[in-house]
Nanobody, 123 residues
Framework: VQLVESGGGAVQPGGSLRLSCAAS????????MAWFRQAPGKEREFVAA????????EYAVPVQGRFTIARDYAKDTVYLQMTSLISEDTGVYYC?????????????????WGQGTQVTVSS
């Protein structure tokens, strides 16, 4: 399994970014796909996850209403649309997938991870 993330960058507060994560090496239709992030000096934390149907989504409280997770089942790609970005959103964003991660927020349940993409929110 390989995960390739893209779309990170630098943006001013209030701006938007869209992250992408393309998966390959397995049949991902029923897998859980998630985003985590790690801010400087902090532990990695859950951001959002999506299940085998687009209606099955879960978000961390700090990003609810600002971030949207979506996936293209035909392309095995998961997206994270981020709007109204704030400085606290700065960090490295990781894509993670697993067939059965258990609790979607638990990073220990995910066997496969991308290399990470940097998001910097600063004026």
């Amino acid at each position: 399994v390989q995960l390739v993330e893209s779309g990170g960058g630098a943006v001013q507060p209030g701006g938007s970014l869209r992250l992408s994560c393309a998966a390959s090496g397995a049949a991902f239709a029923t897998w859980i796909m998630a985003w985590f992030r790690q801010a400087p000096g902090k532990e990695r934390e859950f951001v959002a996850a999506i299940g085998w149907s687009s209606e099955q989504t879960e978000y961390a409280v700090p990003v609810q209403g600002r971030f949207t997770i979506a996936r293209d089942y035909a392309k095995d790609t998961v997206y994270l649309q981020m709007t109204s970005l704030i400085s606290e959103d700065t960090g490295v964003y990781y894509c993670a997938v697993d067939e059965a991660p258990g609790a979607w927020r638990n990073q220990r349940g995910y066997a496969y991870w991308g290399q990470g993409t940097q998001v910097t929110v600063s004026s």
